[in-house]
């Protein structure tokens, strides 16, 4: 059974820095892309970030670019990628999830490429 599990969130000050991980385990996939998605308080889930299975390509949303970097394990074998996410601010307040996509997907900001879910993370920034 495919599980993927973050961890990192916690209470941060703006301005501040943080860094999120997530594994993925159970399966035996060997391409696996991966995202970054986060729901405020209030309002649906949304893109923030994602990475191909082979970490050559990433991507972000507008809202987070310049202060938030997504990365994978050099060696890839065990599926873990992290956020690092710098210069917090208020608005950043969010449960973040992470997602897996094994089967090759090409879009990699719609949450509907995803198959495989966290339960999330919170984060809170305050000010």
């Known amino acids: 059974q495919v599980q993927v599990a973050e961890s990192g969130g916690g209470l941060a000050q703006a301005g501040d820095s943080l860094r999120l991980s997530c594994v993925v385990s159970?399966?035996?996939?060997?391409?696996?892309?991966m995202g970054w998605f986060r729901q405020a308080p209030g309002k649906q889930r949304v893109f923030v970030a994602a990475i191909s299975w082979s970490g050559a390509t990433t991507y972000y949303s507008d809202s987070v670019k310049g202060r938030i970097t997504i990365s994978r394990d050099r060696d890839n074998a065990d599926n873990t990628v992290h956020l690092e996410m710098s210069s917090l601010k208020p608005e950043d307040k969010a449960v973040y999830y992470c997602?897996?996509?094994?089967?090759?997907?090409?879009?990699?900001?719609?949450?509907?490429?995803?198959?495989?879910w966290g339960q999330g993370t919170q984060v809170t920034v305050y000010s």
């Open positions: 159970g399966g035996t996939f060997s391409r696996v892309a």
């Open positions: 997602a897996a996509d094994p089967w090759g997907s090409t879009k990699r900001l719609a949450q509907t490429s995803y198959d495989y």
